[in-house]
């Protein structure tokens, strides 16, 4: 996996899949018609959606390989590498590729909002698992992005191919909905081991070596991407991870200022807060109240 192949434009990936290019910032790629290859390293500079109909060597992306099988999506954002790892053996391309360059979505709604589909943050191992049905269901929507590149480019155009990508990504949020439910066991214990986690950061060093603990700290511990950990949480508890980091820190942050030889400085600092006045301003905002008026009042 020594070679890199960049791909630029969607031009560039559909000549190295034997595909036609019927529109410069999209296309449907059907795999099958690539001729047969090694594995690869490869960048995107655009949106980029597999869906693997059979397994075809392993992916490899940012730390994890990820064997994925039949009816499986992968998404990738543009700017980010990802390859096949074939063990040297050379192996015939199949399934789809939708993919579209950022400048399709310009001036779309779709374009104001792209941020929300937090899934092109997720790392390969937290790939989509599609059922059957759901199978079906993605593969419509790409066959209707495909009948509107098999036309003429007219005014349109555009507002379909958009609207049917939306579409598509609609799909996927709910279908990611129902995977956080059925794959409850590849995940089990997720909460307690966040919660767990968030003890162990406040009861070391780190707070005042490393200051507030973020999101990102957390997933890296549990070996997921932040986005996944944060929408699997969101998912579970109906609150944000970084809620629970913010709940966390008010808890201990009333216990600690019961505590009458530390002062008020001292306790901001312990938390992780670099500046003490940010803690100030954080303890009021949740509380009503300054730490100090917070510890007159309940010190009776």
Do not use: W
Not at 250 to 263: N, V
Request: aromatic content about 14%; proline content about 3%; some cysteine.
């Amino acid at each position: 996996m020594d070679t890199m192949r960049r791909f630029e434009t969607i031009t560039d990936y559909n000549k190295f899949n034997n595909n036609e290019t019927r529109h410069p910032l999209v296309s449907v790629v059907d795999l099958s018609k690539a001729a047969p290859r090694q594995g690869s390293q490869m960048y995107f500079g655009f949106y980029t959606i597999f869906l693997k109909d059979v397994k075809c060597g392993d992916l490899v992306y940012g730390r994890h390989t990820y064997d994925y099988q039949e009816g499986t999506l992968v998404f990738l954002a543009p700017g980010q590498v990802a390859g096949v790892s074939s063990n040297g053996e050379t192996y015939q391309p199949k399934g789809y590729a939708l993919v579209f360059h950022p400048d399709l979505l310009l001036g779309t709604s779709l374009g104001r909002h792209m941020q929300d589909y937090t899934f092109f943050g997720y790392q390969s191992n937290e790939a989509l698992h599609l059922s059957e049905r759901e199978r079906g269901i993605v593969l419509d929507c790409f066959s209707k992005i495909d009948y509107e590149l098999e036309h003429a480019i007219d005014k349109h155009s555009k507002r379909l191919i958009v609207s049917n990508i939306e579409l598509f990504l609609d799909y996927c949020v709910r279908f990611y909905e129902r995977q956080f439910i059925t794959r409850d066991h590849v995940y089990q214990g997720i909460l307690e081991k966040f919660e767990a986690l968030l003890n162990d950061y406040f009861q070391s060093e780190k707070p005042q070596t490393s200051g507030l603990p973020s999101v990102a700290y957390f997933a890296d511990q549990l070996h997921l991407s932040a986005n996944y950990f944060g929408d699997l949480v969101k998912k579970e508890t109906g609150k944000s991870a970084q809620e629970h980091i913010q709940s966390k820190l008010i808890e201990l942050s009333k216990e600690r200022i019961f505590d009458r030889t530390k002062t008020v400085n001292e306790i901001a600092y312990e938390l992780g807060f670099k500046y003490p006045q940010h803690f100030s301003r954080f303890f009021k905002d949740r509380t009503g109240q300054s730490p100090n008026e917070y510890r007159t009042l309940h010190s009776n």
